[in-house]
């Protein structure tokens, strides 16, 4: 035998006492999830030679960091101390090795003590990364002077783009027509 449907007023006192499925909750947030973890592998591995690599330049100056760069950090067994890999300039070599005990101080005081025991280095070819301010002056001295329009091709220019109407486009346009303006002078 079939139950009757409950009215409308019934149905709302139902619902209003009762209700039929749990509220679906979200997942919680990746970052705030994984933070913790990060946190705890931040304390137990280090920041590793990832984090060296971006202040390389910082830990053992600017000679060294010309020269050097690190290249990967083996943890040692049972706790024991790890071993910093330094690819190195070829003929740098020797003198890199005459200043490991500097080098292994400043690692030590970058990443921690007992982090790293002992250096090793490897010669091969080291990736050149130009000072901040070499790049500027690269690039302003790749620029030409161009020397500017005379007042009446300016005028005859502005005269020609004057039903144009204001915005990007017509500011190329006379980019364009003076460029055009100065080859024809040459």
Do not use: C
């Not at 070599?93 to 005459?98: F, M, N, T, V």
């Not at 070819?125 to 620029?143: D, Y």
């Not at 020609?160 to 990007?168: R, V, Y």
């Amino acid at each position: 035998m079939r139950r009757p449907l409950p009215t409308v007023e019934e149905a709302r006192a139902i619902l209003a006492h009762k209700r039929t499925r749990p509220v679906h909750r979200p997942p919680p947030r990746a970052g705030r999830a994984l933070g913790q973890l990060v946190k705890t592998l931040d304390a137990r591995f280090g920041q590793g030679v990832d984090g060296l690599k971006v202040r390389w330049r910082e830990v053992v100056g600017d000679l060294l960091s010309a020269r050097t760069e690190p290249v990967k950090l083996v943890k040692g067994r049972n706790g024991s101390g790890g071993v910093l890999e330094i690819r190195v300039d070829g003929p740098a070599a020797a003198l890199i090795q005459h200043q490991a005990p500097q080098i292994l101080e400043r690692v030590r005081l970058f990443l921690g003590e007992g982090v790293v025991e002992r250096l090793r280095i490897v010669q091969g070819p080291v990736r050149r990364k130009a000072p901040e301010g070499a790049v500027l002056q690269a690039i302003h001295a790749r620029r030409r002077v161009v020397p500017p329009l005379d007042a009446a091709a300016e005028a005859r220019l502005a005269a020609d783009l004057a039903a144009a109407p204001e915005g990007p486009l017509k500011a190329a346009l006379l980019r364009l027509g003076r460029e055009v303006m100065r080859r024809e002078e040459t």
